[in-house]
């Protein structure tokens, strides 16, 4: 799928406003997985306060741990790189194809995974600036998505 420049305008647009606050909006990404979907909490074994609270600490005080603003800023630091780069296929591949890999064979990650985590990221898109912007930024989301599964 390819995406027309009004696509990219329109989606380098949302992002910029979301990504201003990456750690923050990362964090309430990835709390809210772990709460919405609490299977995901067993891909990071490493994250030792998460494990020891996970089942019954609140999204905010999950959205609160180092471990998973850290996190949730890189996902969103990663992310950010395909959007910069979502008009050029071969570059957004360059950057996703060693990230799928290492979820796929190294870190086993479902690549159902993905979908779950846009989808919320989608969400919270729509909370903070209206549902318009979901619509806007789910193109890129399906890119990136359909160029994660190509990796696995």
């Not at 395909?82 to 296929?89: A, G, I, L, S």
């Amino acid at each position: 799928m390819a995406l027309v420049a009004d696509d990219i305008q329109k989606a380098k647009s949302v992002w910029e406003k979301f990504y201003v606050n990456a750690e923050d909006n990362g964090a309430i990404v990835l709390s809210r997985m772990f709460k919405e979907h609490p299977h995901t909490v067993s891909y990071f074994t490493n994250f030792k306060e998460l494990q020891s609270i996970a089942g019954t600490a609140s999204a905010a005080k999950l959205e609160g741990l180092s471990e998973v603003r850290a996190h949730g800023k890189k996902v969103l630091s990663a992310l950010n790189d395909m959007v910069q780069q979502v008009d050029n296929m071969d570059a957004l591949k360059a950057i996703i194809e060693p990230l799928g890999k290492k979820h796929a064979v190294e870190l086993k990650v479902d690549v159902k995974e993905f979908e779950i985590l846009c989808g919320i990221l989608l969400d919270l898109m729509a909370e903070k600036y209206g549902e318009d912007t979901k619509t806007d930024f789910k193109k890129v989301t399906d890119v990136v998505c359909e160029q994660i599964k190509s990796t696995y």
